[in-house]
């Protein structure tokens, strides 16, 4: 193993231990400098061991207090389906604007936004924090969750398309948003560029050209954008 050898003493015939090396060996009296090695060796490769076993156990994810966003994506019958994500930042800005987006697999919103190529970014705010049990831990495969909005008071809001704009430059304009959102981001994925979609086991990770933003609110909303430590305190209490 090279990280063993190299930190065994450069001991040789012509070269005498030092400093606390030289300590042992006067103390062991007849053990020779080899049988030292041997015992540095054993002591090494045991912690070696040690640190390979703590590496392999299964650790929980860090603890990363991430904005939260939920992902409004295009149905086939052309109604809005909405997700929660925190999996998401900017990237880049020169020559384009890029984001990068993580869904996972298997659900409405990959399906969605794979077939479509857009999506609408929102940025929400502790308001929107009872809105997660629906929109992040429910699948639009079984559950109409425009619908189940609607009972729970909230409805979706149509965004008026600038006049410099149209449904064919951005499909992202057909769909809805959430009230009282701080703004959104539309994005686009090309799956033509080079480094467009990687996978990575339970998510799925797309970069996307950012299409439009638009901000809803003045800037003071700033403090009252939701994360994920508030989310947690929330269930924890």
Not at 27 to 48: A, K, T
Request: glycine share 4%; charged share 25%; proline share 5%.
């Amino acid at each position: 193993m090279a990280f063993v050898s190299a930190l065994r003493p450069t001991w040789g015939t012509d070269r005498r231990p030092h400093g606390k090396s030289a300590r042992v060996v006067r103390f062991l009296g007849h053990e020779s400098c080899r049988v030292v090695q041997q015992r540095f060796d054993l002591r090494v490769r045991s912690r070696l061991n040690v640190i390979r076993m703590d590496a392999q156990q299964s650790s929980p994810s860090p603890k990363l207090h991430s904005q939260v966003f939920s992902l409004a994506t295009l149905n086939r019958d052309g109604s809005t389906n909405m997700n929660i994500v925190t999996y998401v930042t900017p990237v880049s800005i020169h020559p384009q604007r890029l984001w990068a987006l993580s869904l996972f697999v298997d659900t409405q919103s990959h399906e969605n936004f794979t077939r479509s190529r857009v999506a609408r970014l929102q940025l929400l705010c502790k308001d929107h924090a009872r809105l997660v049990p629906l929109l992040g831990k429910q699948s639009g495969r079984h559950v109409n969750k425009v619908h189940e909005l609607a009972r729970m008071g909230v409805e979706l809001e149509n965004v008026v398309v600038p006049s410099e704009k149209s449904l064919e430059d951005n499909p992202a304009f057909a769909l809805q948003v959430l009230p009282g959102i701080q703004g959104f981001v539309d994005l686009r994925w090309n799956p033509e560029r080079q480094v467009s979609r990687i996978p990575c086991g339970d998510h799925d990770l797309f970069i996307c050209a950012l299409e439009y933003f638009h901000a809803c609110g003045p800037d003071e909303q700033e403090d009252n954008t939701l994360h994920t430590d508030f989310l947690a305190k929330l269930t924890s209490d």
